[in-house]
């Protein structure tokens, strides 16, 4: 059976509030789970200490179990020094769209045509 450490949403509509659970990864969001580990509460100031709340504890003993947490969960496990997550870049992600960069070389091409033109009409 592969375990996540992932969150379950709760709270109502606009007001989100998560919980840090351990789950089957087969099971539903927020659905079954086997242990609760935590809390995030994106509604509260980034600096405020009740904003992520974890269990390092139980963690430390699950991911020796072989339980993998998910990518949002290790940015809250980094910061609180309980796991090492790696950064990640991804260059190509920042590039323009094919359309955009279509448009951008039509752009560049009026650009250059309207040069050539006026340097020809100064001629």
Same mark, same amino acid.
């Given at each position: ?23 089957? $990864? ?87 045509? $309207? ?9």
């Amino acid at each position: 059976m592969a375990l996540k450490i992932r969150l379950a949403r709760g709270g109502s509509k606009k007001r989100p509030y998560y919980h840090v659970v351990l789950a089957d $990864a087969r099971s539903p969001r927020d659905g079954r789970f086997l242990e609760s580990l935590g809390s995030w509460n994106p509604m509260l100031a980034k600096d405020d200490e009740k904003r992520v709340q974890l269990n390092a504890e139980r963690i430390k003993h699950w991911i020796e179990q072989g339980a993998q947490p998910t990518d949002r969960v290790l940015r809250f496990l980094n910061e609180a020094g309980v796991a090492k997550r790696e950064v990640k870049n991804n260059p190509v992600k920042a590039k323009p769209g094919k359309r955009a960069q279509e448009r951008a070389a039509e752009k560049a091409q009026k650009v250059a045509d $309207a040069a050539a033109a006026a340097a020809d009409a100064a001629e």
